[in-house]
């Protein structure tokens, strides 16, 4: 089987309407962003964290459904030392919600970091690999078109 780890791209769309066949990293990077406040929440509530400045990072990995709804939250890995804190980060997680597509199920991880006693924006999402879907690789049937796709000798266009 092959498999693919990024996201090809797809036509923006509302939430309520698929985006197309995957949503991009870059897409369900830009949501977590726009929601981060929903984990900024958890740090501002717990006292033991506030009182840090540095607190150990947080990853977390939750699954995108196709409805957008996100399930199986669940830490992958805690070096807070807080386990009410990453229990109301897992929360957090569950209700974060991203736009429709079309595919099954994305697995996505994301870090957490406390520093500087403020929740920091991690630069990217990590999209767990996905299964290519092989129909990208069919080639059309009429012979002309595949004449039309091969490259020329010498650079001809």
Do not use: N
């Amino acid at each position: 089987m092959i498999w693919l780890a990024s996201a090809l791209a797809a036509p923006p769309a509302g939430d309520d309407e698929p985006t197309g066949r995957y949503m991009t990293a870059a897409e369900i990077h830009s949501r977590v962003i726009e929601q981060l406040a929903l984990f900024g929440a958890c740090y501002e509530h717990s006292a033991d964290a506030r009182a840090r400045t540095e607190l150990g990072d947080v990853y977390l990995v939750w699954t995108i459904r196709s409805d957008g709804r996100v399930s199986g939250a669940r830490i992958h890995e805690s070096k807070s030392g807080l386990p009410d804190l990453d229990a109301c980060l897992v929360d957090a997680a569950r209700t974060l919600r991203f736009p429709a597509h079309h595919e099954p199920e994305i697995e996505v991880g994301y870090p957490l970091v406390w520093l500087d006693a403020t929740l920091q924006p991690f630069p990217m999402v990590y999209v767990h690999e996905r299964p290519l879907d092989l129909l990208f690789f069919y080639l059309p049937e009429d012979p002309a078109i595949v004449d039309i796709l091969k490259p020329k000798a010498g650079g001809e266009k």
